[in-house]
């Protein structure tokens, strides 16, 4: 990328049809951990006016109703009234479920002789990246595109702007000087209301909260950034009656905005037993304690997998030229100190027990809105610098 440009990322509201898809799918994997920790799931969702739609393939020692796990969701979200409401929409499910031979082993029974025969079932080149952007070591377009889209929800649920829907769209431009972020150009929002369009008043309270939400910061909006609302026309029905969502479609929103390199494959709606999944939170820790550690600027994890084999086919690091060392160094060094097989990954961050000390929340489903990464809202085993001062050497 060029060192001068100017650079946006979007983020939306749980309420954006995308993101309620991302949150049943997910909610259903917590589900299902939550009453069996060897339980292997695949859970998608798609919705339109009035349905929804959930297919679920699963080997669990559990019992999940979607239905009702559905509802919940979309209700939380914000959506019971005339339009979509959670209360009466159409829910269709479709499931297979497998011999529970298919389950993965408990894991304390995770040795090192079971890590070895658990290979990857699917091929997967994953991603992780960290910058020195954000106090988080992620993009900054992205984490103010998050930032703003959370105040907006907010704003919303604490009745700030009652006519707000949960339907919502942020995106957030950010000048770069030199490499580095130096201030934020504008800021879009893309908005829906339930009733008629707002008045001048609540278009400036709307445009008053977006500013505040970045605020503070070593990089922040200025005299000159620019605020739109709804600059593309209006925009007066949100959610599933407007527009029909999906689960996994959103993944520069869930990654890094972007501004680096993602996998295709979706994060949510997927037991940890997905390699794309766990890969791509490995190695966004690694990048993060590559970062952390001093060690460079910019950096970059790429994780190849292939199905039959338990140790990635490649690990390389790219540091765009801010490493203190070569980039084969630092991959030599990074294999060295970090276990990148797919049971290791499950075992370090403990991702199949995590869902049942998270309940209520859940474990899975808070990621599917706001990003995977560079949350300090949550104890992710992912953020953690706990490999920094190895990486050091």
Sequence with gaps: MSPDM?????SVTPGHPDKLCDQISDAAIDAFLREDAGARAVVECALATGVVFLAARFAADARVDLSTLARKVILDAGYCAEGFDARSCSILTSSAELPLEAREPPPDALDEEAIARRV??????????????????????????????????????????????PDAKTQVSVEYRRGRPSRVHGISLTLAFDEPAPGPDARERIRALALEALAGGEVAPDAG???????????????????AGLTGRKNGIDTYGEFARQSGSALSGKDPSRIERAGAYAARHAA????AAGLADRCEVHLAYVVGQAQPLSLSVETFGSGVMSDEALSKRLSAVLDFRPAAIVRRFALRTRPASAAPTGFYLPLATFGHFGRPDLDLPWEAGDAAEALRG
Excluded: W
């Design 6 to 10: 100017i650079f946006t990322s979007e």
């Design 120 to 165: 990857a079932h699917e091929q997967a080149n994953v991603f992780g990246f960290a910058c020195r952007d954000t106090p988080e070591l992620m993009p900054a377009p992205i984490s103010f595109a998050h930032r703003v889209a959370r105040a907006l929800d907010g704003a919303r649920r604490a009745g700030l702007v009652p006519s707000l829907s």
């Design 225 to 243: 950034t620019t605020v739109h609302i709804n600059a593309g026309g209006p925009f007066e029905i949100g959610g599933p009656a407007r527009h």
């Design 288 to 291: 993060k304690n590559i970062v």
